[in-house]
Antibody, heavy 122, light 110 residues
Framework: QVQLVQSGAEVKKPGASVRLSCKAS????????MHWVRQAPGQGLEWIGI????????SYAQKFRGRVTMTRDTSTSTVYMDLSSLSSEDTALYYC???????????????WGPGTLVTVSS | QSALTQPPSVSGSPGQSVTISCTGT?????????VSWYQQPPGTAPKLLLY???NRPSGVPDRFSGSKSANTASLTISGLQAEDEADYYC??????????FGTGTKVTVL
């Protein structure tokens, strides 16, 4: 079965960077896009961006461009998200989510990781 | 890209039906049928409920249904059950090659 295992919780100071990982199993990483979504405490879901594991292509939400980078390592079936210039507003639970695919169908998130809590505090 | 607009909360008694709206623009909901819905009980990761506006993944009860008209998509829960109490989010692909989530709706079963 599809499983997404995310890295452990992080505590960072303002201005720092963080690298999160998401290891996929139960399917071939390069067959599906992978998205990153975050959820601040008590708030809604926010889309951050997408990485295409087969070729490394990315697309990011305007809000994060310039300080987010998504990459992948196909040898370990892992995708990464680097987020820089952290502020308290980046305190959130960060999810990786696999994009589902079907016949002429795409753009939905069919499997989610458990999330990684990132806390930004001085 | 502004978040899609959902009502903050809806409620209903067991057995009733509730509908959650998801209003976007001609750059997202109105331009594509790439609208999906997610259920998120407290303290858990979101779960896919519907994709491509109306399609249910295997395992999702047919009490959950979707529709779309112009810039507004809707999720209807028929025969409301206590286990349906959760937060619900819509999302849509956009003309900017990005995705946008709705503001979220808390469903309360009275």
């Amino acid at each position: 079965q599809v499983q997404l295992v995310q890295s452990g919780a992080e505590v960072k100071k303002p201005g720092a960077s963080v690298r999160l990982s998401c290891k996929a199993s139960g399917y071939t990483l390069t067959n599906n896009h992978m998205h990153w979504v975050r959820q601040a405490p008590g708030q809604g879901l926010e889309w951050i961006g997408i990485v295409t594991p087969s070729n490394g292509a990315t697309s990011y939400a305007q809000k994060f461009r310039g300080r987010v980078t998504m990459t992948r390592d196909t040898s370990t079936s892992t995708v990464y998200m680097d987020l820089s210039s952290l502020s308290s507003e980046d305190t959130a639970l960060y999810y990786c989510a696999r994009e589902g695919i079907g016949i002429e169908s795409w753009g939905w998130f069919d499997s989610w990781g458990p999330g990684t809590l990132v806390t930004v505090s001085s | 890209q502004s978040a899609l607009t959902q009502p903050p909360s809806v409620s209903g008694s067991p057995g009733q039906s509730v509908t959650i709206s998801c209003t976007g623009t001609s750059s997202d909901v109105g331009n594509y049928n790439r609208v999906s819905w997610y259920q998120q009980p407290p303290g858990t990761a979101p779960k896919l409920l519907l994709y491509d506006v109306t399609n249910r993944p295997s395992g999702v009860p047919d009490r959950f249904s979707g529709s779309k008209s112009a810039n507004t998509a809707s999720l209807t829960i028929s025969g409301l059950q206590a286990e349906d109490e959760a937060d619900y989010y819509c999302t849509s692909y956009t003309t900017s090659n990005t995705y946008v989530f709705g503001t979220g709706t808390k469903v309360t079963v009275l």
